[in-house]
């Protein structure tokens, strides 16, 4: 733990990144914040060159590269000549990189990955020619075993998981990979900058769901790819299907985004602080019997998130006595915390997740995950402790 958004080698804090990546004033008019630029088209010289690079919108949008720009800048760990691609969705990020496997390879992943991108694996992995071995990434030797079964491409992280916050090991599961000649991309839409770095420990590629903590206010949906540089050819495979397919934020999109991502790093200290608050007060509430966050010393991975880890983030779930009908009970209850899925917003939410992920979940049907917002700790344990509290009177 190094305290979260501190400068690392000399750098500028986070929280300075974070204002100032992608933000130089526009150059025609001076304008502080930058400008949206809707258009599709772009001027061509009389030799037919373009004039600032841009031609058409679905290859390139001034407005998309301030964010590109912005988001490449707050990962540090991927060096000066990071690259960033932003897409429409999460979802399209996520299907751009994984399509990177040329069919006959194998692609590894989390057994208790997003269930949204499980389900986009399930319909069309086949149809890209590309096999999955679904393996538990919190166990390095499972990692091991399945990059030993052979033709592995590519090796898939999230952590900490979904809704079981289970931890994998980045730096071990990175080794794995490159020793086998894999690649190492990871989902770190719960670990935005401030939260954790993963290029820190050698990934190749980083994903995010920049709908998430990104954009911060749960009002755009997009995807971000990262890389330590566009050469990269995970990075560069996802780059071209970008321009080729166009499954871009608008221009609207993208400076939302950006707009989201100024205050990031002061969202995610304040949730991850209060996150701790509310995994301790769970912990010794008497109708709560599970708490699963990598911040306490009872998490089987606690060692391996405080190593990667700059906070332990503000997701956090938890099993309340009593079963299906005491979760929903105990969501429908809360004041602050909306009863909804998703994740990452100023707004704190809680859901009862396994009816959200089908009949054929392995997630307990007593289980609630909460996304922390950044509302203040001490009315938000009181909110639980009133929630909870409704389960007396059952
Ligand atoms: C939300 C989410 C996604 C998908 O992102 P969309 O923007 O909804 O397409 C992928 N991975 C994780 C971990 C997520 O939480």
Request: hydrophobic share 45%; aromatic share 6%; charged share 20%.
């Amino acid at each position: 733990m190094s305290g979260g958004g501190d400068a690392r080698d000399g750098g500028p804090d986070l929280r300075t990144l974070a204002v100032h990546a992608g933000a130089d004033a526009d150059p025609e008019t001076g304008a502080v914040t930058p400008p949206i630029h809707p258009s599709t088209t772009f001027l061509q010289e009389p030799d037919g060159s373009a004039r600032a690079g841009y031609v058409y919108a679905r290859t390139g949008n001034p407005t998309r590269t301030r964010l590109e720009e912005a988001v490449a800048a707050l990962h540090p760990a991927a060096g000066l000549h990071a690259a960033a691609a932003a897409f429409a969705s999460g979802s399209a990020a996520a299907s751009a990189l994984l399509r990177s496997v040329d069919p006959g390879g194998v692609a590894i992943v989390p057994d208790d990955m997003y269930h949204g991108i499980r389900r986009l694996l399930l319909a069309q992995a086949e149809r890209w020619g590309v096999t999955l071995r679904f393996v538990d990434t919190s166990d390095l030797a499972a990692v091991g075993a399945a990059l030993a079964a052979g033709d592995v491409a590519l090796v898939w992280l999230e952590t900490p998981s979904n809704p079981s916050l289970k931890v994998s090991d980045v730096a071990g599961a990175v080794d794995l990979a490159h020793r086998a000649g894999a690649r190492l991309a990871v989902d770190a839409t719960w670990t935005p900058p401030g939260v954790a770095d993963p290029f820190r420990e050698g990934a190749d590629v980083v994903m995010h769901s920049s709908t998430k903590y990104l954009a911060g206010h749960s009002d755009v949906l997009g995807g971000v790819v990262v890389a330590r540089s566009e050469d990269d050819p995970t990075f560069a495979f996802a780059r071209s299907l970008q321009g080729l397919e166009g499954a871009v934020p608008s221009p609207f999109d993208a400076w939302l985004t950006l707009r989201g991502l100024r205050t990031l790093a002061l969202r995610v200290r304040a949730a991850s602080d209060t996150a701790e608050t509310l995994a301790t007060f769970l912990a010794g509430h008497p109708a709560v019997h599970a708490v699963a966050y990598p911040g306490r010393s009872d998490h089987p991975n606690h060692a391996v998130a405080a190593a990667q880890m700059d906070r332990f983030g503000a997701m956090l779930s938890f099993r309340v006595r009593g079963g299906a009908d005491a979760a929903r009970r105990v969501a429908a209850a809360t004041r602050w915390f909306r009863p909804a899925t998703s994740l990452g917003g100023v707004e704190s939410l809680i859901e009862h997740r396994a009816p959200v992920e089908g009949p054929d979940t392995p997630t307990p049907e007593d289980l609630l995950r909460v996304s922390v917002g950044i509302e203040a700790a001490d009315d938000l344990v009181r909110d639980l402790a009133a929630a909870l509290a409704t389960l007396e009177d059952a």
